[in-house]
């Protein structure tokens, strides 16, 4: 079996006093959560609960009279879904003011969302509230099957150690849309991740023909993208909640 070759934590006080870097630290994470999301669609094309990333939403009740009921799923994994006039990752929902992961996907659907229509461009406009629409269609789609569903991707094929939960609002029933992309992990669960991701990408399982196709369908972020995560310094390519064309590993 593979091995580690070089394992090594920070310095014991790099991040003190926020908090102690071990194995067992639970790091926040932030926009992997977009990839695991993706990853995790890609076992429900491959089990047969969502055709293909071809298709809508327009199946979702949430999304009836929305802009989102006519876009495609590669659109959304693209971050290409003509929602630019609607919300953005600096903004949040831009006729309110409110942050996409604070609320449940039926909050939004019925009342910033509601009567809106695709913008005449397409453009590149990256946002979480994106990503929230993919986890919870997933959610929707599997039905009762989603707690077995994702048990089976995170502990029987990616093989974490550790518990796993995405974030979001627990009291709210999941036909209202409660998933939020974030979650916890330790490092060597993340390490898990990475490889069940590699595994998949060299083989010839249908989820790594998922993975080469978001990579054979992905975009250019651009240069001018207002980008507060400064992706494009180093990367220029984005598909399927994935960052790709890594500058310097072009070839690779």
């Known amino acids: 079996g593979s091995q580690i070759i070089y394992d090594a ?8 006093p926020l908090f102690q870097v071990n194995n067992d630290t639970m790091f926040r994470s932030n926009s992997v959560g977009k990839s695991l999301v993706s990853y995790i669609l890609g076992h429900a094309i491959c089990a047969g609960y969502i055709p293909s990333v071809q298709g809508n939403l327009s199946d979702w009740p949430l999304m009836e009279n929305t802009l989102y009921e006519s876009v495609s799923l590669i659109d959304l994994l693209n971050m290409r879904a003509r929602d630019q006039h609607i919300v953005s990752e ?49 959610i929707f789609k599997t039905g009762e099957d989603w707690e077995a569903f994702l048990e089976g991707i995170i502990r029987d094929h990616i093989g974490f ?19 939020w992309y974030s979650f916890f992990a330790t490092r060597y669960d993340y390490m898990r991740f990475a490889l069940a ?18 990579h054979e369908n992905r975009v250019s972020m651009g240069h001018n993208f207002n980008d507060p995560q400064r992706m494009t310094d180093v990367a220029q390519g984005f598909g399927g909640q994935f960052l790709f064309d ?3 590993m072009r070839s690779r």
């Open 161 to 179: 150690a550790e518990e796993f939960r995405f974030q979001g609002q627990n009291s709210i029933p999941n036909d209202q849309g409660p998933g």
């Open 90 to 138: 600096n903004d949040g929902f831009i006729s309110s003011g409110r942050w996409f992961n604070n609320h449940p996907v039926a909050r939004f659907a019925n009342w910033e969302l509601q009567g809106t229509v695709p913008n005449d461009r397409q453009i590149y406009n990256y946002h979480g509230f994106a990503t929230n629409l993919l986890l919870n269609y997933v």
């Open 9 to 16: 934590t920070a310095p014991e006080q790099r991040f003190a």
């Open 197 to 214: 991701v590699l595994e998949d990408w060299q083989n010839e399982t249908c989820v790594g023909q998922y993975l080469r196709d978001i």
């Open 246 to 248: 890594f500058d310097g």
